[in-house]
Protein backbone atom coordinates (compact mmCIF):
# COMPACT_ATOMS: atom_id res chain seq x y z
CA UNK A 1 0.00 0.00 0.00
CA UNK A 2 0.84 3.11 -1.36
CA UNK A 3 1.66 6.40 1.32
CA UNK A 4 -1.77 7.87 1.98
CA UNK A 5 -2.90 10.92 0.50
CA UNK A 6 -3.33 14.09 2.97
CA UNK A 7 -7.42 13.47 3.20
CA UNK A 8 -6.72 9.86 2.82
CA UNK A 9 -4.75 10.08 6.06
CA UNK A 10 -6.67 12.42 7.66
CA UNK A 11 -9.88 10.31 7.50
CA UNK A 12 -7.95 7.20 8.79
CA UNK A 13 -6.28 9.07 11.68
CA UNK A 14 -9.85 10.13 12.89
CA UNK A 15 -11.14 6.80 12.30
CA UNK A 16 -8.75 5.02 14.82
CA UNK A 17 -10.09 7.15 17.13
CA UNK A 18 -13.83 6.07 17.19
CA UNK A 19 -13.79 2.99 18.51
CA UNK A 20 -12.59 3.73 22.09
CA UNK A 21 -13.70 7.42 21.70
CA UNK A 22 -14.48 8.60 25.58
CA UNK A 23 -18.27 10.15 24.17
CA UNK A 24 -19.25 6.98 24.07
CA UNK A 25 -18.08 5.49 27.50
CA UNK A 26 -20.35 4.78 30.24
CA UNK A 27 -18.96 7.29 32.26
CA UNK A 28 -19.06 10.03 30.08
CA UNK A 29 -23.18 8.84 28.61
CA UNK A 30 -24.27 9.18 32.49
CA UNK A 31 -23.04 12.45 32.75
CA UNK A 32 -24.47 13.84 29.90
CA UNK A 33 -27.55 12.54 31.12
CA UNK A 34 -27.36 14.38 34.13
CA UNK A 35 -26.71 11.50 36.33
CA UNK A 36 -23.51 12.51 38.17
CA UNK A 37 -23.40 14.62 41.53
CA UNK A 38 -21.38 17.45 42.17
CA UNK A 39 -19.12 15.25 44.35
CA UNK A 40 -18.78 12.69 41.70
CA UNK A 41 -17.71 15.16 39.01
CA UNK A 42 -15.54 16.32 41.99
CA UNK A 43 -13.60 12.49 41.46
CA UNK A 44 -13.11 12.79 38.31
CA UNK A 45 -11.71 16.35 38.54
CA UNK A 46 -9.49 14.92 41.17
CA UNK A 47 -8.32 12.41 38.38
CA UNK A 48 -8.02 14.41 35.94
CA UNK A 49 -6.50 17.28 37.46
CA UNK A 50 -3.20 14.66 37.46
CA UNK A 51 -3.69 13.79 34.16
CA UNK A 52 -3.33 17.00 33.18
CA UNK A 53 -1.64 19.16 34.96
CA UNK A 54 2.01 18.69 33.38
CA UNK A 55 0.50 19.35 29.95
CA UNK A 56 2.14 22.91 29.88
CA UNK A 57 5.69 21.06 30.39
CA UNK A 58 4.84 18.13 28.31
CA UNK A 59 4.27 20.62 24.99
CA UNK A 60 7.27 22.12 25.63
CA UNK A 61 8.82 19.42 25.58
CA UNK A 62 7.44 18.41 22.37
CA UNK A 63 7.90 21.71 20.92
CA UNK A 64 11.62 21.72 21.91
CA UNK A 65 12.38 18.84 19.65
CA UNK A 66 9.97 19.48 16.86
CA UNK A 67 12.74 20.03 13.79
CA UNK A 68 11.44 23.26 11.91
CA UNK A 69 10.32 26.96 12.44
CA UNK A 70 7.18 26.50 10.78
CA UNK A 71 6.12 23.27 12.96
CA UNK A 72 6.98 25.17 16.28
CA UNK A 73 5.12 27.94 15.25
CA UNK A 74 2.18 25.61 14.58
CA UNK A 75 2.28 24.25 18.11
CA UNK A 76 3.44 27.62 19.83
CA UNK A 77 -0.43 28.23 19.83
CA UNK A 78 -1.11 25.17 21.84
CA UNK A 79 1.34 25.93 24.15
CA UNK A 80 0.72 29.52 24.85
CA UNK A 81 -3.37 27.95 25.36
CA UNK A 82 -2.17 25.94 27.86
CA UNK A 83 -0.18 28.52 30.30
CA UNK A 84 -1.35 31.44 29.39
CA UNK A 85 1.44 33.72 30.50
CA UNK A 86 -0.16 36.55 30.83
CA UNK A 87 -2.93 35.72 32.95
CA UNK A 88 -2.21 32.71 34.51
CA UNK A 89 -5.29 32.03 36.89
CA UNK A 90 -6.52 31.12 33.26
CA UNK A 91 -4.22 28.21 32.82
CA UNK A 92 -6.23 25.10 31.58
CA UNK A 93 -4.75 23.15 34.82
CA UNK A 94 -5.91 26.64 36.97
CA UNK A 95 -9.21 26.56 35.44
CA UNK A 96 -10.09 22.76 36.11
CA UNK A 97 -9.15 23.63 40.19
CA UNK A 98 -11.76 26.09 39.91
CA UNK A 99 -14.05 23.26 38.27
CA UNK A 100 -13.43 21.28 41.44
CA UNK A 101 -13.91 24.06 43.73
CA UNK A 102 -17.49 24.21 42.39
CA UNK A 103 -17.68 20.75 43.25
CA UNK A 104 -17.03 21.05 46.53
CA UNK A 105 -13.27 19.96 46.78
CA UNK A 106 -10.81 21.71 48.33
CA UNK A 107 -7.67 23.49 45.80
CA UNK A 108 -4.82 21.87 47.33
CA UNK A 109 -6.47 18.70 48.01
CA UNK A 110 -6.34 18.19 44.54
CA UNK A 111 -2.83 19.23 44.03
CA UNK A 112 -1.91 16.68 46.46
CA UNK A 113 -4.04 13.65 45.25
CA UNK A 114 -0.75 11.88 44.46
CA UNK A 115 0.58 12.35 47.93
CA UNK A 116 -2.34 11.24 49.50
CA UNK A 117 -2.39 8.15 47.31
CA UNK A 118 -5.79 9.01 45.61
CA UNK A 119 -4.43 8.56 41.86
CA UNK A 120 -5.52 5.72 39.92
CA UNK A 121 -3.18 3.67 37.88
CA UNK A 122 -5.11 4.52 34.92
CA UNK A 123 -4.78 8.23 35.45
CA UNK A 124 -0.83 7.46 35.67
CA UNK A 125 -0.63 5.33 32.66
CA UNK A 126 -2.65 8.15 30.98
CA UNK A 127 -0.10 10.74 32.02
CA UNK A 128 3.37 8.65 31.55
CA UNK A 129 2.26 8.00 27.75
CA UNK A 130 1.59 11.64 27.23
CA UNK A 131 5.08 11.96 28.74
CA UNK A 132 6.48 9.27 26.01
CA UNK A 133 4.73 10.62 23.37
CA UNK A 134 6.31 14.22 23.95
CA UNK A 135 9.68 13.26 24.79
CA UNK A 136 10.89 9.95 23.20
CA UNK A 137 8.20 8.92 20.49
CA UNK A 138 8.74 10.51 16.43
CA UNK A 139 6.95 13.60 15.99
CA UNK A 140 4.59 11.72 14.42
CA UNK A 141 2.83 9.94 16.70
CA UNK A 142 3.34 12.46 19.46
CA UNK A 143 1.31 15.06 17.35
CA UNK A 144 -0.87 11.87 16.70
CA UNK A 145 -1.36 10.72 20.37
CA UNK A 146 -1.62 13.80 21.60
CA UNK A 147 -3.38 16.64 19.38
CA UNK A 148 -5.56 14.09 17.13
CA UNK A 149 -6.38 11.69 19.68
CA UNK A 150 -7.05 13.75 22.87
CA UNK A 151 -7.85 17.34 22.08
CA UNK A 152 -9.48 16.18 18.61
CA UNK A 153 -12.31 14.40 21.06
CA UNK A 154 -13.50 17.41 23.57
CA UNK A 155 -15.23 19.33 20.79
CA UNK A 156 -17.88 16.74 20.15
CA UNK A 157 -17.36 15.23 23.80
CA UNK A 158 -17.72 18.56 26.24
CA UNK A 159 -20.95 20.19 24.95
CA UNK A 160 -22.75 17.45 26.22
CA UNK A 161 -20.86 17.83 29.63
CA UNK A 162 -21.47 21.21 29.98
CA UNK A 163 -25.32 21.03 29.45
CA UNK A 164 -25.71 18.46 32.01
CA UNK A 165 -23.82 20.78 34.63
CA UNK A 166 -25.94 24.15 33.65
CA UNK A 167 -28.92 21.99 34.32
CA UNK A 168 -27.43 21.42 37.91
CA UNK A 169 -26.98 24.91 38.30
CA UNK A 170 -23.42 25.66 37.55
CA UNK A 171 -22.23 28.94 36.01
CA UNK A 172 -20.61 29.82 33.10
CA UNK A 173 -17.46 30.94 35.25
CA UNK A 174 -17.16 27.20 36.64
CA UNK A 175 -17.38 25.65 33.65
CA UNK A 176 -14.39 27.83 32.36
CA UNK A 177 -12.23 24.59 31.92
CA UNK A 178 -14.52 23.06 29.41
CA UNK A 179 -15.92 26.09 27.61
CA UNK A 180 -12.11 27.20 26.27
CA UNK A 181 -11.65 23.37 25.17
CA UNK A 182 -14.62 23.29 22.74
CA UNK A 183 -13.75 26.75 21.79
CA UNK A 184 -9.92 25.59 20.81
CA UNK A 185 -9.75 22.50 20.57
CA UNK A 186 -10.69 22.19 16.64
CA UNK A 187 -8.08 24.36 15.78
CA UNK A 188 -5.57 22.48 17.97
CA UNK A 189 -6.89 19.11 16.05
CA UNK A 190 -6.82 20.74 12.62
CA UNK A 191 -2.93 21.56 13.42
CA UNK A 192 -2.31 17.71 14.67
CA UNK A 193 -3.34 16.78 11.68
CA UNK A 194 -1.26 18.76 9.51
CA UNK A 195 1.67 18.09 11.41
CA UNK A 196 0.63 14.14 11.13
CA UNK A 197 0.74 14.72 7.61
CA UNK A 198 4.09 16.88 7.54
CA UNK A 199 5.93 14.49 9.97
CA UNK A 200 4.29 11.00 8.81
CA UNK A 201 6.23 10.72 5.26
CA UNK A 202 6.18 7.20 4.39
CA UNK A 203 3.60 4.32 4.64
CA UNK A 204 5.15 3.14 7.88
CA UNK A 205 5.32 6.71 9.64
CA UNK A 206 1.35 7.02 8.85
CA UNK A 207 0.62 3.20 10.58
CA UNK A 208 2.30 4.29 13.38
CA UNK A 209 0.63 7.44 13.69
CA UNK A 210 -2.71 5.82 12.98
CA UNK A 211 -1.54 3.29 15.96
CA UNK A 212 -0.47 6.08 18.50
CA UNK A 213 -4.15 7.50 17.85
CA UNK A 214 -5.95 3.88 18.54
CA UNK A 215 -3.55 3.78 21.93
CA UNK A 216 -4.45 6.83 23.36
CA UNK A 217 -7.93 6.80 22.52
CA UNK A 218 -7.55 3.45 24.24
CA UNK A 219 -5.98 4.55 27.25
CA UNK A 220 -8.45 7.77 27.30
CA UNK A 221 -10.96 5.00 28.16
CA UNK A 222 -9.68 2.40 30.25
CA UNK A 223 -8.93 5.59 32.52
CA UNK A 224 -12.27 7.12 32.59
CA UNK A 225 -13.72 2.69 33.26
CA UNK A 226 -11.11 3.14 36.79
CA UNK A 227 -12.99 6.40 37.75
CA UNK A 228 -16.18 5.10 36.97
CA UNK A 229 -15.18 1.72 38.34
CA UNK A 230 -14.03 3.55 41.60
CA UNK A 231 -17.17 5.43 42.16
CA UNK A 232 -19.12 2.53 41.80
CA UNK A 233 -21.23 3.79 39.06
CA UNK A 234 -20.57 0.01 37.53
CA UNK A 235 -18.20 -2.82 37.33
CA UNK A 236 -15.67 -1.27 35.44
CA UNK A 237 -17.16 -0.79 31.15
Same mark, same amino acid.
Given at each position: MAKRSEQEFYSALEAARKPMGSGKHPFSLTWSEGG *???? #??? +??? &?QHYYYISAIPQQFAALYARMPDAAGRLLLMENLVGEEM? =??? =??? %?PNLLLKFAEACGLDRQAVIDAEMNGEVLGGTRAMRAW??? *?ATIRPMHEACAGIMVALEGQLPTLYPGYITAME???? @???????FHVHVENDV? %????? *????????????? #?? &???? +?????? @? *??? @???SQVHEALSLSKAA
Open positions: *LSRA #QLG +AWA &MP =ETP =EKS %HIWE *LRMGF @SEDELEFE %HARIG *LELCYKYADTEAA #QN &MAIE +AVRGSA @S *LRY @SML
